[in-house]
């Protein structure tokens, strides 16, 4: 079974700091993805990687950087952390190009920033 | 862009019978596909179903089916003989495969599921 292991399930920090949450899968898998979840919004996507090094702009990536250097791991940074950005915070992975293949997430990390 | 819709933000059913949670979607691709997902309380979202929009035979997984019309751009999913253990937040997402680095998934806003003893 694939598995994408996320840092932290829960997570307090301060407003201001700059905060890492980790990811990392298990399946070789191309794609990997960062998504935050809010009550009635759904999941939106941050920001995603198709490969190592390369990333793109999800729908909010505002606030937020990412960085993959190795092909399991990928990282979303809060570079300057703000109260809006209380939320959950779910990693999935997906093999490239088979597009009947969904996505494979983490447990998630419920982040609060005071 | 691609929209979804799940009208219901929360559902109830009664244990061992049956609930359908509705899910509908806006698009002007021929060839995508459809998933539900389930995120139990504090536990890690999982596939339920999938649905490859070329077929028209509607896809199933033991208690879970799809209802799935295209023309509507519908894709309900049906569970029957509910469990306990189906209590969830059930998500609807469509994906095109017209973009093979798959970033393109959209997903709804979720629907509460309560099961009741």
């Known amino acids: 079974d694939v598995k994408v292991t996320q840092s932290s399930r829960y997570l307090v920090k301060r407003t201001g700091e700059k905060v890492f949450l980790e990811c990392v899968q298990d399946?070789?898998?191309?794609?990997m993805f960062w998504y935050r979840q809010d009550p009635g919004l759904g999941l939106r996507l941050i920001y995603f990687s198709y490969d190592v090094k390369m990333k793109e702009k999800g729908d909010i990536p505002e606030g937020y950087s990412v960085s993959r250097e190795k092909k399991e791991r990928f990282s979303l940074i809060l570079e300057s952390a703000s109260t809006n950005q209380t939320s959950m915070y779910l990693c999935a992975s997906s093999p490239r190009g088979l597009g009947n293949q969904p996505q494979h997430f983490g447990d998630g990390t419920r982040l609060s920033i005071l | 862009a691609q929209t979804v819709t799940q009208s219901q933000p929360e559902m109830s059913v009664q244990e061992a019978e049956t609930v359908t949670l509705s899910c509908t979607y806006d698009?002007?691709?021929?060839?995508?596909?459809l998933f539900w997902y389930k995120q139990p309380p504090s536990r890690q979202m999982i596939l339920v179903i999938r649905q490859e929009a070329y077929k028209q035979q509607n896809a199933t997984e033991n208690r879970f089916s799809v209802n799935f019309q295209k023309a509507a751009k519908s894709f309900s999913l049906k569970i029957s003989d509910s469990q306990l253990g189906d209590a969830a937040m059930y998500f609807c997402a469509y994906r095109t495969p017209r973009d093979n680095y798959g970033q393109n998934f959209v997903f709804g806003p979720g629907t509460r599921l309560s099961v009741l003893p």
């Open positions: 698009t002007s691709e021929s060839d995508y596909y």
């Open positions: 399946m070789d898998h191309e794609n």
